[in-house]
């Protein structure tokens, strides 16, 4: 018996998809576009929730403090280690 496949194009509202998501393929789609490169430097709370733009700003800030700290002086590294250490 012949078998016949009839290819159909259809659009999909993206607000419809993601309405009809669970909260775990939520966060997979999440997941895959930070690794596509499309949410950089997103960063999730252990609930899950995402962070605000300021805290996102504040992670910018500490990772490029990270990344150069071969240009700090001593006394910018002392602050830091101030800082640390109250907390």
């Given amino acids: 018996m012949p078998t016949f ?11 419809d998809f993601l ?12 997941d895959y576009l930070e690794e596509m ?12 929730n995402s962070t605000g733009i300021l805290e996102e700003e504040f992670q910018e ?7 150069s700290r071969h240009r700090l002086t001593l006394e910018e590294e002392e602050t830091i280690k101030k800082i640390s250490d109250r907390l």
């Fill in 5 to 15: 496949y009839e290819e159909t194009d259809f659009v999909i509202n993206t607000d």
């Fill in 19 to 30: 309405d009809e998501c669970d909260k775990d393929e939520i966060e997979n789609i999440i």
């Fill in 37 to 48: 490169g499309y949410l950089k430097n997103h960063k999730r709370t252990p609930d899950g």
């Fill in 61 to 67: 800030r500490i990772q490029k403090l990270s990344e």
